[in-house]
């Protein structure tokens, strides 16, 4: 466990997350999946997009047909499965609860260091 | 001027110069070792190089056709070096991990598992925790245990195992696991239906790829369908093997069990079945009793150790258990090899008690004048047996002889019916030899033990001599392959008549028709110079062959036919280059045989 580990791994779960958000504007194709997300500077390099695409689509998250193109071979369109938009509502409810609880924890740390020792030695009553 | 190469990325053709190609597949080569373990890996590389084949592309006009080294390391930087997917594929397997654990244990509760309870415990928790497993009060499973203990002692070996194989619930996860979801109907149905809801989907997923693949196009397509279809198959075999793994083990356990029972019930004769009290029958065979216990160490190790890991291992299948358990394995092989050293030694020890054979003879010449001698033999009555079959077969037929067991008390063992055999005499009168032989370690011994055999002359009046059946030695002198043998003497020109009485007498009798010894009963033998002849043959199936091969030739005669084939260069052959085929019908009949075959057979 380093701290590169550390940072993918909260990159990754993060990751998911975006690309379902990215989805259920509607369909994309890789490339384009990752022009939004190097906007959103989330994303450097798009060679890690694809495992993680064939790995949402093996959980049944997403689905994906074929499309002639102009410039180059078929692409693969993606779509949200039923049962990806159904993950993607609990992902965005998680992520909310996640970003506030994160707020409320990392802030306290800062402000009020003093107040740690009171709130510790509440779980005894 | 650059060399190019001609390359395909995804059914799309580029002019590649040479260093430029070997820098992107050696690109390729990494980034696919890096997803070596990722399933999909064909996939996620398919889509990788489609990419790559679109970057490529765009770089490409008709007035720049050639991709240069350039145009690759743009490739690179927008699809990320190697490191960018080593970071990545490390945290997808992790991933993978947690997915499988998720899969194994499906649900919010935890699938039950058979743990020994520690908390509810009278000697190791065997019975409590099955009960836990099953549901059920832990009275009844350790009454019906007692109740087997109390019936042949089985009980206890399989407490014993399960103890062994069980393992015990020690953190309080595994407790939890012990008392998890319920193992009923309800739940196997549940993860009968998991399991077909799996097996559909896969199907489903299989049919799909089918279906695309069945449209005419790229190739990537084919192979993810193909692989599908490999997935399913293999999913299904697994959950076949996993049905049939359980169904062995529970069969594996019958098996080990019943062995098991089997060999402590033989060994220590605690059963009424078959054949019990083996221990007082070894006690005639070996020389005392510390060589005998010795002897019953060695055979429950030999072969009570394999049983034992039967069991232990059909358990552990049966109940999933995979911690190796290195004492159990240690234990037993040295055990068995304990066994193993033991057995040699206490196998040469009583092979040298059969190393020299001693006999003794005793010759009786009879008076009688009349020209026929007849032979009867008293019947030991069925009853006179003990009923153990195996007994009877155990000596019955290593010997070529008409051996058998008969009873044993505390002082005599009896075993019946001598060997009775009919050659021809040296002089003009009947005699009857009675040979008794034994083995021994040596010489001297042998010779003692033979003296030692108790087997009466038979009742002579006149012309009619009739045998006993049953001899018999003292229990303290072991049992060494004591015998008795009989030779009749019979004068050339004299007859002896073999009464019905004397049929388990008789073992292999010579005689000139190679008549067999049930055949030989209720007849007068006459003694010629050719051995014996039917003085009465009605009856007598006499057309016996005569076959004859050597080197040289093959001669078939019967009764009335003669075949006669002999070797091309045979000193006898009358053509010395051609092989000879004659054919004689003694009685001038009309007779056929493949002979075209014959000859072919002959030429080849």
């Known amino acids: 466990m380093n701290i590169e580990n550390t940072k993918a791994q909260m990159r990754k779960g993060v990751l998911e997350f975006c690309i379902l958000s990215i989805l259920s504007d509607g369909d994309a194709y890789p490339t384009e999946i ?72 990392t802030e306290k740390k800062k402000t009020n260091g003093a107040m740690s020792a009171g709130a510790a030695s509440e779980p005894d009553n | ?50 990419r790559i084949a679109e970057l490529l592309k765009e770089k490409v006009s008709d007035h720049k056709q050639v991709v240069l080294m350039t145009d690759v390391d743009h490739v690179i930087s927008v699809m990320g070096k190697p490191e960018d997917y080593a970071s990545e594929t490390e945290t997808a397997q992790e991933k993978k991990e947690t ?49 087997f203990t109390l019936l042949g002692g089985a009980g206890i070996i399989i407490y014993i195992i399960l103890w062994i194989v069980i393992p015990k619930a020690k953190t309080t996860a595994e407790k939890l696991e012990m008392k998890g979801e319920k193992v009923n109907v309800n739940s196997i149905k549940k993860s009968v239906e998991e399991e077909m809801e799996h097996f559909k989907k896969k199907g489903k997923d299989f049919e799909q790829e089918a279906k695309n ?51 402590l019930t033989s060994v220590f004769g605690v059963s009424n079945f078959g054949w019990s ?63 193993l050293i033991l057995g040699l030694y206490i196998t040469v020890d009583v092979v040298t008690e059969f190393t020299e054979e001693g006999s003794t003879r005793e010759v009786i010449t009879l008076s009688t004048k009349s020209d026929t001698l007849y032979l009867r033999g008293t019947e030991v009555p069925e009853e006179v ?21 008969v009873n044993m008390d505390e002082k005599t063992l009896r075993f019946g019916y001598p060997d009775i055999s009919l050659e021809r005499s040296q002089n003009d009168s009947f005699h009857v030899e009675i040979i008794r032989y034994s083995y021994g370690t040596d010489k001297k011994t042998a010779l003692n033990l033979a003296r030692s055999i108790r087997y009466p002359q038979p009742v002579i009046t006149d012309s009619i001599v009739e045998f006993t059946g049953v001899a018999e030695f ?69 057309n016996s062959k005569e076959v004859h091969i050597d080197q040289d030739e093959i001669h078939i005669r019967d009764e009335d036919k003669e075949i006669h084939i002999e070797k ?14 004659e054919m004689n019908d003694l009685n001038d009949q009309e007779f056929s045989l493949g002979l075209p075959l014959l000859r072919s057979l002959i030429k080849g």
């Open chain 2, 1 to 50: 001027m650059n060399k190019t190469v001609t390359i395909n990325i995804s059914g799309v053709i580029f002019h590649i110069e040479e260093d430029a190609f070997d820098k992107l597949s050696k690109y390729l080569g990494t980034i696919k070792s890096y997803f070596k373990d990722s399933d999909g890996r064909d996939e996620i590389m398919g889509d990788i190089e489609a």
């Open chain 2, 99 to 147: 997915k499988e654990e998720e899969n194994a244990e499906p649900g919010s509760k935890k699938r039950r598992r058979v743990f020994r309870d520690p908390d509810d415990k009278v000697l190791g928790g065997v019975c409590s925790g099955i009960s836990n497993y099953f549901d059920i009060d832990p009275l009844w499973l350790r009454l019906s245990l007692i109740i």
């Open chain 2, 474 to 542: 003292d229990v303290t002198q072991k049992w060494r392959g004591q015998d008795v043998k009989i030779i009749i003497r019979v004068p050339k020109g004299r007859s002896v008549f073999l009464s019905k009485s004397l049929k388990p007498y008789l073992y292999d009798v010579d005689n000139v028709h190679d008549v067999y010894d049930g055949d030989m009963l209720n007849r007068a033998w006459i003694m010629t110079d050719e051995g014996l002849n039917c003085g009465t043959c009605e009856g007598l199936d006499l």
């Open chain 1, 34 to 105: 990752i022009e939004r997300m190097k906007v959103a500077k989330l994303v450097v390099v798009e060679g890690t997009l694809y495992p993680l695409l064939t790995r949402l689509k093996n959980l049944g998250l997403l689905s994906y047909r074929w499309e002639e193109s102009t410039s180059g071979p078929p692409r693969k369109y993606y779509r949200l499965t039923e049962l990806g938009i159904q993950f993607l509502k609990e992902l965005e409810q998680t992520w909310d609860e996640l970003v506030t609880s994160v707020n409320q924890a």
């Open chain 2, 213 to 263: 693949v069945a449209s005419p196009e790229n190739r990537q397509k084919i192979r993810s369908g193909t692989d599908k279809f490999l997935d399913f198959l293999a999913s299904v075999g697994t959950s076949f093997i996993k049905v049939f793994a359980k169904i062995f083990a529970v069969v594996i356990i019958i098996v080990g069990v019943s062995l098991s029972i089997a060999l």
């Open chain 2, 277 to 339: 009290n083996a221990n007082e029958w070894m006690s005639v065979f070996f020389e005392d009793n510390s060589q005998f216990d010795l002897a019953i160490i060695a055979l429950l190790l030999i072969v009570g150790i394999p049983f034992m890991m039967l069991v232990y291992g059909g358990f552990r299948m049966l109940l999933g258990i995979q911690v190796k358990n290195r004492m159990i394995q240690v234990i037993s092989s040295s055990l068995w090899f304990i066994g």
């Open chain 2, 568 to 581: 091309k260069d045979s000193p006898s052959a009358p053509s010395g280059n051609k092989p000879s085929v």
């Open chain 2, 385 to 405: 047996f003990e009923d153990t079959r195996l007994r009877r077969h155990i000596h019955r037929s290593s010997n070529n002889s008409n051996w058998q067991f």
